[in-house]
């Protein structure tokens, strides 16, 4: 059985995506919008890029994961198009 996640990926620019994975792959960096992302990135900067993905909750109930995401979207900011990539629930400022 795998754990269940909720990450938080860092960009080179500093916005933050927050997502879940209830597989655990290694491979897996969510689903933010690649438009919005590269928007964000010149050329020359997609060139070379290290982002960083950071394991928030580690957990083996997938209710708790699905229930927990909105709760850590909205603690790191990561809705405000100013911080981060995440799109809902929507930021109300």
Not at 31 to 47: M, W, Y
């Amino acid at each position: 059985m795998s754990l269940k996640v909720i990450y938080k990926i860092t960009y080179p620019n500093g916005k933050i995506y927050i997502g879940k994975d209830l597989t655990d792959s290694i491979n897996y960096f969510g689903s933010a919008s690649d438009e919005l992302i590269a928007k964000d990135f010149t050329r020359e900067q997609r060139q070379s890029m290290t982002i960083r993905k950071d394991i928030l909750l580690e957990s083996d109930d997938a209710a708790e994961i699905n229930r927990r995401e909105s709760e850590f979207i909205r603690e790191y900011q990561s809705n405000n198009p100013d911080i981060g990539y995440n799109r809902w629930p929507k930021f109300r400022s």
